[in-house]
């Protein structure tokens, strides 16, 4: 994994926003060659369903490995967290183009925080513990186009998300567009949700979530990035470490290009 550095502008824009878009990350032959390893993946889950979400197996293919430690991307994800970091979730998500004339489409959301720890600490007690990337494979051309849809800056508010009587979305709301190949990441405090598919495409995304090693979660989730030992014996180590193994390659990585946040950490000190 080659170090790219996190530029202080992208660094303030992530802390303030609670997102961050990266372009251009993957080129076009590779956007392709994902595509047609999802699909084959979607199609043999569910080829029906308006909105679908496969999580298995994804580790386990040799077409998603390379995007494990995706150099544009995954360094970001280590200079915002750390780099004692794994794999925490997985998922190929594709929404199929839906009636733009049905209400109950156009009003549809799920606005949300990620990793379920918000219900235990409560709105007023998050920290940022883990960052997803997703990696778009079709055009997200104007809004209502079946992206994810943020509230900037609502990974800080200490309350439920504010959202006008009446209303679906709040005020912040926005509805990305971005390019096939393009890629965004998002902490797991900022609210989001799915935008309706109004397009006559459907559109597809791959998503990998990070978090610190100590977050652990269900044995089957986690199951589901921590795959045996077959599997970590064809991966290098810096992936080793992300899909549960004993490397700390990561780290050594890290260290070796100059970056050490535990360099300065002390337990003790004198007064």
């Not at 190949?181 to 309706?196: K, Q, V, Y």
Request: aromatic share 10%.
């Amino acid at each position: 994994m080659k170090f790219v550095n996190l530029t202080n502008k992208q660094r303030r824009f992530f802390d303030a926003n609670g997102y961050l878009v990266i372009p251009s990350v993957l080129p076009p032959a590779d956007v392709d060659h994902l595509t047609s390893a999802c699909d084959e993946m979607i199609g043999a889950f569910d080829q029906e369903s308006p909105y679908v979400q496969r999580r298995s197996g994804i580790v386990e293919n040799t077409d998603f490995h390379p995007l494990l430690d995706w150099s544009p991307t995954v360094p970001l994800i280590t200079q915002l967290l750390s780099p004692n970091i794994h794999l925490h979730t997985a998922a190929i998500i594709y929404k199929r183009s839906q009636n733009q004339k049905d209400p109950e489409i156009l009003n549809q959301r799920g606005w949300h925080r990620d990793i379920d720890i918000t219900q235990d600490l409560g709105h007023d007690q998050l920290l940022r513990v883990g960052i997803k990337v997703g990696y778009c494979l079709t055009d997200f051309s104007e809004p209502r186009t079946g992206f994810t849809m943020f509230a900037p800056g609502s990974h800080l508010l200490p309350t439920p998300l504010p959202i006008p009587t009446g209303g679906v979305d709040p005020v912040s709301a926005i509805d990305l567009c971005l390019k096939a190949g393009d890629a965004f990441l998002f902490e797991n405090r900022i609210f989001h949700t799915s935008a309706p598919n109004l397009s006559f495409r459907t559109s597809k995304v791959i998503i990998l979530g990070y978090s610190y090693r100590w977050m652990g979660g269900r044995k089957n989730n986690m199951k589901q990035v921590q795959p045996d030992e077959v599997i970590l014996d064809q991966v290098n180590p810096i992936q080793q470490q992300l899909l549960g193994g004993n490397s700390n390659a990561i780290i050594h990585w890290a260290r070796e290009n100059k970056f050490d946040p535990s360099a300065s950490f002390q337990w003790t000190m004198e007064i």
